[in-house]
C-alpha cells in the first residue's frame, strides 16, 4: 500500500470511529444502535437479492463528510449475506451486522430480470478482493468506494442517471425519485 493510501486510510479509519454529541461531549467507537428488533425483523421480511441497503450512523463525525442522510451502502446478495466496501476493502457479511446502524433504507432496481447480473458483479469484485477508493473516483472500476460499488454492480444507473451531474456518488442518490429505483422500506431517527 502506498504512502499516501496509507495516510488517507487511517485518517478515514480514525474520524470515522469518533461520534459528537451535543454539549461538547466526544466519544470514540459504537455507543448504541437506533435500529432495534422489530427494524431488522420487518427488513428480513422484505428484503431481496438484489436490493440495496443503506445504513447510517447518527452523531458520527464522518456522517458530516458525506451528503444526505445516509453514508453507507451494500448489496444484499441473498442467503442474509450483504457484499460491500469499506475502509479495509470488499467484504461480504451478515445483513444484521451491516444493520448494526442508527438508520437504514431498502432500494429496489425496477428492473428485476437484471439481478442475477447485479449480484454476480458483486461476487466478481469480492473474488478480486476490489479495495477502497479513497480518491473517490467514480470512473476508476479498479477501486470503489461503497456507492461506487452498488452503482458498478448495477450497471451504473445512478452514473448515468441521477448522479451524472456530480462528482460522486452518494448513497442519498438511491433515494432520488427515478423510474429506476424503488424505495421499498426507510428508517431516519
Known sequence: MSFFRNIKKTLIDFFGN??????GIIIFGHSGYGLKGPDWRKILEL??????????????????FIKGDFGHVGLYVGDNQIIHVR????IKEDILTFLRADNAAIVRCTDQSSVPTFIDK???QLEKKVEYDYDFDKQNSEQFYCSEFTDFCQGYLLR???SKEHSFIYPDDYLIPSDKHEVI?????
Do not use: M, T
Request: overall charge negative; glycine content about 10%; cysteine-free.
Open 47 to 64: 428484503i431481496q437479492p438484489g436490493d440495496v441497503v443503506l445504513n447510517a450512523h447518527n452523531n458520527y463525525l464522518s456522517s458530516f
Open 18 to 23: 469518533i461520534e459528537l454529541y451535543p454539549l
Open 185 to 189: 422500506w426507510r428508517k431516519k431517527i
Open 160 to 162: 448515468e442517471g441521477v
Open 87 to 90: 475502509g479495509d476493502g470488499i
Open 122 to 124: 458483486a461476487y466478481e
